[in-house]
């Protein structure tokens, strides 16, 4: 009966398409990629910077990829465009003052062959985040830095996932 229900259940399983996140492969097959810094079409500055950074730190941790330091050691470049970011009043106090901001970053993304520039995927991703607001201007930045560092770090792994989940 055990086994019945055991079999029953991976079954079941293997039907819907269930399967979990980050097992997939790269697109074309490949293992080695080149991530070079996203250009930054917004007006907040280093956003690709910290994006990269990100991106690295996320793809250096899947195991079915090699993130490469070297354009010519890679099979496979991805290239990608921070879109937009904003910071917005989320929330009000009783005094009409504001307590709570979101900050909203978009990227574009596209995988090309490093030897043909042959498009390999492309997608895209948003995230955002809530800060909360402060009378001080220093302190109000940090969190908003806090806030951009979260996002990206969500960005890169969005990222990855459609990478690996498109195929």
């Known amino acids: 009966m055990r086994i ?3 079999c029953l259940v991976l079954l079941s399983m293997s039907a819907c398409g269930y399967n979990f996140p980050g097992q997939g492969e790269l697109p074309g097959g490949v293992k ?3 991530v070079p810094l996203f250009s930054n079409r917004t007006a907040e500055p280093l956003l690709e910077n910290f994006l990269s950074s990100a991106m690295s730190e996320v793809f250096a941790r899947n195991n079915r990829m090699i993130l490469v330091d070297d ?3 890679a099979e496979a470049i991805l290239e990608g465009t921070i879109t937009s970011y904003s910071s917005r009043a989320l929330s009000y106090d009783q005094n009409d003052d504001i307590s709570e901001y979101r900050a909203t970053m978009q990227v ?3 995988l090309v062959q490093a030897s043909d520039g042959r498009l390999l995927w492309q997608g895209g991703a948003s995230w955002d ?3 909360v607001a402060a009378d001080d201007k220093a302190v109000q930045e940090d969190l908003e830095q806090e806030a ?3 996002i990206n770090l969500r960005l890169a792994e969005e990222l990855l996932y459609s990478l690996i989940d498109d195929f």
Request: hydrophobic share 40%.
């Open 4 to 6: 019945l229900l055991f």
């Open 32 to 34: 080695r990629v080149y």
């Open 71 to 73: 354009r010519q050691a």
């Open 108 to 110: 574009e993304a596209r």
């Open 129 to 131: 985040d809530e800060y």
């Open 148 to 150: 951009i560092e979260e």
